[in-house]
């Protein structure tokens, strides 16, 4: 955190600032400040007031990390359960569970994140049936689970914050007072958690039941499971404003890498970049998901068993129950993309079949005397859709979300109007998903051999691999390179806004099911039975 000197503008012995208002355009050279000292006359009142109410001074001697947070976190918890079971004349089993758990918390997060007041609660009703006979068993079971939770600032409902401060252009909704996030690189400011409050209410009915039975020296396995998904979901993201500072205000412009600090643009009140949302990106997301499966473990001899299975999973694409997505179209390139309101997302992908393949087998050479060794290997895809968060990013397209970047050269924000409507600010910002992606999966395969030894110990050495295929990734469109439409330009000068690809537009965060990755590991175990 900055100590004494630094919050009042005295930088002696830092890296030299300058002053961003005695800029040269013809030689691009500004004025130091003289003794590297910001006079107290241009101290930004916004700046002087966060760092005298809410700003810590340090409390270690560690130039590095200079503050120990010391905050406590406070909890309050209620759990209950009840269970009921019956067993019929046919040894058939009903059951039934009811959980509840409503928990109330002040959560301290990680530092410069101030506490937060949350409450949870929790509800999950469950219904089962289970009838066996002499080779057979079949489970069906029904439940339902409801989840609320609700983030707010401590501030909420209370102090205005960020317009005692004196910021403007932010919410002024009692919801989300709190403070602003001022991000000052290099330094921790203390700040309310930037993505609240937050309010969520699921609700999932889940449908299951499966089947076993044994013939021979087969063992089968199948069954189906239907899931329906409602997520309610508020995150106000951006509501009190986030504002970046990097110091490049007050970096010599000829000699930028040892010059400027990010605390003294903060103090000057030049924030480069800001971001705000306006309106509240309310979302009511429904998902179904169905899946069956079938298994056969076949006992060949008594030293091999091989197990086959197949699964299929359908997973829809996430819809708003109000028809409130927006999605970003780029069929005109080289113009801008727009918004085109969808049922869905994504298109949906009906092709996730999902093989497994296992074996488990005892060489009829025992290689310690009288310890059995065994070879096992597997190989298995599993699905793994996106989560509901990739979807709801749409709900800040029908909201005014709004970024502003500036080359860092003359001042163009401040702090106390950090979203000024002018030629250079203002422009909105989007989200996108590619609504051709399908879903991203998993290839898992193993091989090992597991060896008894002297003592009771176990020993297992194995190969396992991990492949992941069309895995969730972003890029940020609308740059300066000029990438969507396939240009891909160099880096070169000039006003930053009138650079990008779409001048328009602000910042296009672009979601897509493009990213790979690949895992191999040696994994040795020793297991001593007592």
């Known amino acids: 955190v900055p100590d004494a000197a630094t919050r009042s503008g005295d930088f002696s012995g830092g890296s030299p ?113 289970i009838i066996s006979g002499g080779h057979w068993l079949n489970e069906a079971r029904f439940s339902f689970l409801r989840l609320r939770t609700y983030d707010v600032p401590e501030s909420a409902f209370g102090t205005n914050v960020a317009a005692n401060l004196g910021v403007t252009g932010v919410s002024s909704d009692p919801f989300t007072f709190g403070l602003p996030y001022f991000l000052v690189n290099n330094y921790s400011t203390l700040t309310d958690d930037p993505e609240i409050p937050k309010v969520q209410r699921d609700n999932s009915w889940n449908l299951s039941d499966g089947v076993s039975f044994m013939r021979g020296a087969h063992t089968f396995k199948f069954g189906f499971q239907g899931v329906h998904f409602q997520l309610n979901y508020l995150k106000d993201q951006y509501q009190r404003g986030q504002f970046i500072y990097t110091g490049a205000f007050t970096q010599d412009l000829n000699n930028p890498a040892v010059t400027g600090d990010p605390l003294a643009d903060f103090l000057l009140g030049y924030p480069q970049d800001t971001t705000r949302n306006v309106g509240q990106a309310q979302a ?60 869905t997302a994504v298109h949906p992908d009906r092709k996730d079949f999902a093989p497994r393949i296992g074996l488990a087998w005892r060489p009829p050479v025992e290689f310690l005397e009288k ?57 909105p910002a989007y989200y996108g998903i590619d609504p051709n992606e399908k879903t991203p999966y998993v290839q898992q395969w193993q091989a090992g051999f597991q060896q008894e030894l002297p003592g009771r110990i176990l020993l297992e050495v194995a190969y396992v691999g991990t492949k992941g295929t069309r895995l969730g990734r972003f890029r940020q469109n609308n740059t300066s390179l000029h990438t969507v439409d396939g240009e891909d330009l160099a880096p070169r000068s000039g006003d930053l806004q009138s650079l990008l690809e779409f001048p328009t537009l602000g910042p296009i965060i672009q979601r897509e099911n493009m990213a790979n990755s690949i895992y191999h590991s040696q994994q040795v175990k020793v297991e001593k039975r007592l």
């Open 17 to 129: 600032i300058f002053d961003p208002l005695t800029l040269n355009p013809a030689t691009g050279v500004r004025a130091p400040f003289a003794n590297n000292v910001i006079p107290a006359a241009r101290i930004d009142s916004v700046a002087k007031n966060y760092l005298a109410q809410y700003e810590p001074l340090p409390n270690r001697s560690d130039p590095t990390d200079n503050y120990l947070d010391a905050t406590p976190n406070q909890s309050s918890d209620d759990l209950m359960s009840a269970r009921v079971d019956h067993q019929f004349r046919n040894q058939s089993l009903l059951f039934g569970r009811y959980t509840l758990n409503d928990q109330r918390d002040r959560v301290n997060s990680a530092f410069p994140l101030r506490p937060t007041d949350e409450n949870v609660r929790a509800q999950q009703a469950v219904i089962g049936y």
């Open 284 to 343: 009511y997301l429904r998902q179904n998901v169905a899946a069956g499966y079938f298994q056969d473990e076949w006992r060949v001899n008594s030293r091999l068993t091989l197990t086959v299975g197949m699964r299929y999973e359908y997973f829809s694409p996430y819809s708003e129950a109000r028809g409130n997505l927006e999605n970003l179209d780029y069929s005109n390139l080289p113009a801008a993309p727009y918004l085109v309101r969808e049922s």
């Open 371 to 427: 310890r059995s060794t065994v070879f096992r290997a597997g190989y298995g895809i599993y699905y793994a859709p996106e989560t509901a968060i990739d979807t709801y990013d749409l709900m800040f397209n029908t909201i005014k979300a709004e970024a502003n970047q500036t080359d860092g050269v003359v001042p163009i924000l401040t702090t106390q109007n950090g979203f000024p409507q002018t030629a250079n600010s203002g422009f």
